[in-house]
């Protein structure tokens, strides 16, 4: 949702100079608010120096205001600087360091008219310019390495952002562009890439939300989420608008004309995103390698599918005319009573949100035909659901820190988690219908505690065996609160996430006996070799498959194998971490002071003082 916010946010940025045409909410004449203070919203525009009665002093146009001021109040400019001290002045505004002993001599030295230009030039180009101005870059996102309160916890891999903002000041990288990358940098469809090792950039710049103090266990919840929000739309708000809105959390801010509803749509743009540690070296080769991964597997599919049917016939062949087969029926889940669904990944219908490429470009359909490795590359899903591609179990992180001790115990998540919607907690008895084993993290308030007091918020899952299984969550005490659920599969072992749901009791009804034929174990054949298997087929299908009765020629998936051999080499499986923004879903808030209606709410795209731009 931040990218229909973002494009409202750039409106507001673009726009916030322009008188409007009319208040939009009776409220109150912000019209007149603007004009009593009218220089704060005129907009840029290229103007002429001012004529000066020494024409001879300017050296460029700004000195020209300079100037004309000065002879204004009847002043003169100091006298020029001698060669040394100008060259000290010089290297300390740019690169902030003194000249070396050398460097004063040679320049001394210099006779050459274009020297002073040519040693300016020589300093921008100095990656000491970058280290410089990067220091009131980041006095403005307010940039800390750790958390403050008790115990200073770290914030793993923060110097990442302080050296994307060096190489990006060294780099000239125009303005409009840098804002870009800090409000979207993880949105954007082609990021800039480093240009030696491939690396994203341009998520990089999104760690600008998570710097600042951070209580380890806070007590209020709301309130530590209500004031951690305010800074980061303070924060924004100065540094890409030159505004501050923080008068606006409670009420329509006259002085300033920004509206309460515009404040807590900066509030949605900033709570729809969540916090991770993303991969940035390795990502965008690993999402061609994951595009080309999903390429081959819909080429070999239908190729092994004919093979798997062709060997699997005589097989049946051989049962005796009258021979039945006893099978068991795919279980069936089902929920009694009031329940708010949080996430259904078998419908499909749920955003698709995920760190990396582990659980795939989309849910699996129920009764999706799937490639794995191995010496049986042939699978059937019955259930479909988010499930782990164990493709990528080989992702690893170097020379980067996991999120340290407190609730997720260094877990390595990064490049292999799926997050479910956010969502305001009804009862807080929540459920999963999963199997496998991951650790889930119900991300209440946006925040990462590191104390013992929400322990309750990290939980080991385990469903071993075939059939996935309902798995409860006791969250009753933050019933309320706003939170999402983050799903990592544990060292290699495989993992599918059905449904997420939050109240209710959930059922489940276990698979029927049934007896089948040879000729409906022919029919779910001749589906496998068509592509399509229909729903009454899956259990005949998954028979055949589990059974461990039909065996695939060796030269039949030697070209499948060989496939994922070469992508296995071109996936780049270590990478370093950076914290980043990672995009979900919208939020609404209600006014402060308002009473509950539809009216009162705020979505993060209502930026309504500027809805007629």
């Not at 008219?113 to 040519?118: A, E, I, L, P, V």
């Not at 949105?187 to 090792?197: A, I, N």
């Not at 087969?325 to 329940?339: A, N, Q």
């Amino acid at each position: 949702m931040r990218t229909i916010s973002l494009f409202c946010f750039f409106a507001l940025a673009s726009h916030v100079f322009a008188k409007p045409k009319a208040d939009l909410t009776g409220q109150a004449d912000f019209e007149e608010f603007r004009d009593r203070l009218p220089w704060i919203w005129q907009s840029p525009r290229q103007v002429e120096p001012p004529k000066v009665k020494d024409p001879a002093w300017p050296t460029d146009a700004v000195d020209c205001f300079v100037l004309r001021k000065l002879e204004a109040e009847k002043l003169k400019p100091a006298g020029p600087a001698n060669d040394r001290v100008w060259m000290r002045r010089v290297y300390f505004a740019i690169t902030g360091l003194p000249p070396k002993l050398e460097d004063i001599q040679t320049f001394l030295a210099d006779t050459s008219r274009n020297r002073k230009r040519t040693l300016v030039r020589a300093l921008l180009d100095s990656p000491h310019y970058g280290e410089r101005w990067a220091r009131h870059w980041m006095d403005l996102v307010r940039y800390a390495e750790s958390r403050g309160n008790e115990e200073d916890p770290v914030l793993p891999n923060a110097y990442r952002y302080r050296d994307y903002l060096v190489r990006a000041l060294n780099a000239d990288l125009p303005y409009d562009a840098l804002i870009n990358e800090h409000l979207a940098g993880d949105l954007v469809k082609k990021p800039r890439l480093h240009p030696e090792t491939g690396a994203n950039e341009s998520i990089l710049a999104t760690g600008w939300p998570f710097f600042g103090e951070m209580l380890h266990a806070p007590v209020d919840l709301r309130q530590d989420e209500c004031d951690h929000l305010d800074n980061k739309v303070d924060v924004m708000s100065k540094t890409f608008l030159g505004l501050t809105v923080a008068c606006a959390r409670c009420h329509d801010h006259k002085f300033d004309a920004i509206r309460q509803r515009d404040y807590y749509a900066m509030a949605g743009l900033i709570l729809s995103s969540s916090y991770r540690q993303a991969r940035f070296e390795s990502m965008e080769q690993n999402k061609s390698v994951a595009k080309k991964l999903k390429g081959s597997r819909r080429e070999h599919l239908p190729k092994i599918a004919k093979v798997f049917a062709a060997a699997a016939r005589p097989v049946i062949d051989e049962l005796e005319e009258l021979a039945i087969i006893e099978l068991t029926t795919t279980p069936t889940y089902s929920v009694e009573g009031e329940f708010q669904l949080v996430a259904d990944y078998v419908q499909g219908h749920t955003p698709w949100l995920v760190d990396g490429p582990t659980f795939g470009r989309s849910p699996v359909r129920p009764g999706q035909l799937m490639l794995v490795a191995g010496d049986q590359p042939f699978a059937l899903s019955s259930n479909g659901g988010a499930i782990r591609d164990a493709f990528w179990n080989g992702l690893k992180n170097v020379d980067s820190e996991n999120d340290p001790g407190g609730l997720l115990d260094g877990l390595s998540r990064a490049g292999k988690t799926i997050r479910t919607p956010t969502v305001t907690l009804i009862s807080g008895q929540v459920y999963y219908l999963i199997r496998g084993k991951a650790k889930v993290y119900a991300a209440v308030s946006q925040n990462l505690f590191a104390g013992p007091l929400h322990k309750a918020l990290v939980k080991t899952v385990e469903v071993k065996g075939d059939a996935p299984r309902w798995i409860g969550h006791n969250l009753k005490h933050y019933a309320g609160q706003r939170v999402h659920f983050e799903f990592s599969p544990v060292g290699d072992a495989p993992f599918e996430l059905l449904q997420v749901i939050d109240g209710g009791t959930p059922k489940q009804e276990p698979g029927e006996k049934k007896t089948v034929s040879r000729k409906e174990l022919h029919l779910a054949l001749d589906d496998l070799t068509d592509g399509r298997l229909e729903a009454r087929h899956v259990p005949h299908a998954a028979w055949l498959l589990e059974a461990g009765k039909v065996n695939l020629p060796g030269e039949s998936i030697k070209s499948w194998q060989s496939a994922l051999d070469d992508l296995a080499k071109e996936a780049r499986w270590e990478s370093r971490l950076a914290v980043s923004w990672w995009g979900g879903t919208g939020v609404i808030f209600s006014l402060i002071g308002a009473e509950s209606s539809n009216s009162d709410q705020v979505h993060e795209t209502d930026l309504i003082s500027f809805e007629h731009v």
